[in-house]
């Protein structure tokens, strides 16, 4: 008998949730396989769960190699993901967080602030948060609402008591902004949810309006590509025609606080188009995978494995070229145990030598930072 692929695959993330658990690790580093589940599931939803989406459609009585049909495949995702989230949030809830604290890591509310870090917080809102905002105004008879995927979205029913209305409005937290809003001087290591932030402060972009209810939500897409080489003439363009519909994907996520409004939730099911299959209500905060921005914090050494730098190639002559090197031998590199430097100095190498016509390489999962 065969193991069905996505069920086999949600085990091997079982598995990274479960060093998560390893009371023997670091708490930064627990908390780091943490947010890799998170970011692992994101992926899965995306391109695993989006493709059987689209079979449930396309091909309803097609089976796997394992005998399940694309729904039975489905139903039985989301019965193990949901364990595998209850998991997720109570290590998070009940022993990474209160250890962080107890260390001196600490995320706060709004609420818990004193009057400095209240007026701290509000001016970093003023300046740097409220100036990148997007409300969104939804209208049920007017076109349809495109709202970003893989993003934290702030809803709110907003109430105007002189003209007795009521209206939903939207407001994505821009990507390129810190998840974690530091609080106190430079030396305390205490965080605020950009999140509820921008919940204690929205009133402020809408004048004259009143913030009756609000819910926090994470939309993921389908984000499965399928484009038949055979038939393209240009595959470039065929690509960026696939890339380009990944933003306006079918709904296969929707992860929201527990205790939304109903009514908010109403109105967020029918922006995105999904139902109770998509739901996943979450006891704690959205995208995991934003938790990694903590994990390098300075300061606490103690809270995280000793750095292991890799170890130069013993095959490379330091200030050799490279060029010259490759002439003489082949070289194999082992990464991450052997440094990924020689090949960054082979490409500035390439990069100025007037017999280069081109360069062409493939980069997969290329750190922001990386030269």
Known sequence: SFINRELSWLEFN????????????????????????????DEFFQVRVGGLTLQRISAPRTHDIAGMTPSQQLTAIRKRVLTMVEQQYSLLSEELLPALHEAGVSLLHPGDLDADQTAQLAKHFRELIEPVLTPLAYDPDGPALHLPDLVIILACRLENDEEESSRIAFVPVPENLARFVPVGTSADDKFVYIEEVIRARVGDLFPGERVAASATFRITRNSDIAVEEEDAADLADKMEEALAARRFGATVRIQI????????????????VSGSA??????????????????????????????????????IEPGKSMFEVLREQD?????????????????????????????????????????
């Open 257 to 272: 606080t527990a205790g939304a409004p109903r009514d908010l939730l109403r109105v967020i099911q029918q922006v995105t």
């Open 14 to 41: 079982q598995r990274v949730l479960d060093v998560g658990r390893d009371a023997s690790l670091p708490l930064l580093e627990r908390l780091k396989f943490l947010a890799i589940t998170g970011s692992n599931l």
């Open 331 to 371: 070289v194999l590199l082992m990464h991450p145990y052997e440094s990924f430097d020689p090949v960054v100095h082979l490409l500035e190498e390439a990069a100025v030598d007037p017999d280069v016509l081109a360069i062409k390489q493939v980069l997969y999962r290329t750190a922001r930072d990386s030269r």
């Open 278 to 315: 998509e739901l996943y209500r979450l006891s704690g905060p959205l995208a995991l995978t934003d938790f990694m921005q903590l994990c390098f914090i300075e300061g606490h050494p103690e809270l995280q494995l000793e750095d292991w730098p890799p170890q130069a190639s013993p095959l």
